[in-house]
């Protein structure tokens, strides 16, 4: 009967089966799903050249030439085989020309499809359960009789209270849905009349509206979330 192949973290031995164990007491499947569908994508697609490499890891290596080589050696010691090392120590770099290899070119288009949600948006907010009271205080505001921070400080009763109601910048496609809505129609500077979200009345005003560039920045943001779609969908089509 074969004895179970032993795994080595540090100086303790673990055998097959209480790693199992230790991995689903932990919950550990859902990342370990998600590394081993990256990892079949990588292996098929995806190669380095010494030039990539040494581009990639400039920095580590500029600080310390043998810095691949004590990480071969770590990798080694904590299990890999001599057939796997070589990925693992070159898949932070595979990956990240996965991403650009296959997600760059769909950016724009995702841009395009998405820029409303990806706009941004600084507004002044007050939200207060009472019902009557939110209407007096639109009231107060409309005719000038108060600021709307004043009363924001005095009477809001979510985070905003803290910088007299004033949020964001943040992107529309992070606030709730009807408040979103109400937002994207209202003229900057205009207090609109109040409103219901989840219970509470709400008055708000927007200050800056920001339209959302393709820059670099973006384009990052956007590559990581068609991979980050692109691997949930991955994992339910391989696993389930």
């Known amino acids: 009967m074969d004895m179970p192949k032993e795994c080595i973290a540090g100086k303790v031995r673990f055998d097959a089966d209480e790693v199992l164990s230790l991995v689903a007491g932990h919950e550990l499947w859902p990342r370990l799903m998600q590394e081993i569908v990256i990892d079949r994508a990588l292996r098929a697609t995806m190669a380095a050249t010494p030039e990539e490499i040494a581009a990639y890891y400039h920095a580590q290596l500029e600080a310390d030439p043998g810095f691949l080589g004590k990480k071969r050696e770590r990798l080694l010691l904590e299990g890999a085989t001599e057939g796997d090392v070589d990925f693992f120590l070159f898949r932070p770099l595979l990956l990240e020309k996965f991403k650009i290899h296959q997600f760059a070119p769909r950016v724009e288009q995702t841009f395009i499809e998405l820029k409303s949600g990806l706009d941004s948006i600084t507004f002044a907010m007050i939200r207060n359960r009472d019902h009557e009271l939110v209407r007096e205080l639109y009231f107060r505001i409309h005719t000038g009789e108060e600021k709307f921070e004043d009363l924001a400080e005095r009477y809001s009763e979510g985070r905003e209270a803290l910088s007299g109601g004033l949020v964001g910048p943040i992107m529309m496609k992070n606030l709730n849905p009807a408040l979103a809505s109400v937002l994207a129609s209202a003229e900057t500077d205009v207090v609109k009349p109040p ?34 779609d692109w691997l949930k969908l991955e994992i339910q089509s391989y696993f389930f």
């Open 195 to 228: 409103f219901v979200i989840d219970g509470a009345g709400v008055i708000v005003m927007p200050r800056e509206k920001i339209p959302a560039r393709l820059d670099d920045d973006m384009r990052r943001k956007l590559i990581e979330q068609l991979f980050v």
